[in-house]
Nanobody
Framework: VQLQASGGGLVQAGGSLKLSCVAS????????MGWFRQAPGKEREFVAAISRSGNTLHADSVKGRFTISKDNAKNTVYLQMNNLKPEDTAVYYC?????????????????WGQGTQVTVSS
């Protein structure tokens, strides 16, 4: 499967963005999906994941501000980001999980998209 992320941009602190990740192929609904992010000089970190059945998991740092969702008919997973903070600045990646159960471990994901830049100014 190939993943194409989009929706990033420059926004002021407190603003919102909605990221999209479109998957090629017909097996999208068979996999859990996740969003990760990587800031300059830092390791890639887990942001959110959604299971095949729609259960979700969010990192503590984004809980209450970010929401992951998906539309199986459109082969698309979304990340709604509200109340953005400068520390949310990073390249955001979507990926396909290799596990049925939700996981925060990046090595258990594959088919990484190219990433989309999110920059939050103070």
């Amino acid at each position: 499967v190939q993943l194409q992320a989009s929706g990033g941009g420059l926004v002021q602190a407190g603003g919102s963005l909605k990221l999209s990740c479109v998957a090629s192929g017909r097996t999208f609904s068979s996999y859990a999906m996740g969003w990760f992010r990587q800031a300059p000089g830092k390791e890639r970190e887990f942001v959110a994941a959604i299971s095949r059945s729609g259960n979700t998991l969010h990192a503590d740092s984004v809980k209450g501000r970010f929401t992951i969702s998906k539309d199986n008919a459109k082969n698309t997973v979304y990340l709604q980001m509200n109340n953005l903070k400068p520390e949310d600045t990073a390249v955001y990646y979507c990926a396909r999980s290799l596990r049925v159960l939700l996981t925060t471990t990046s090595s258990l994901y594959d088919s990484w998209g190219q990433g989309t830049q999110v920059t939050v100014s103070s």
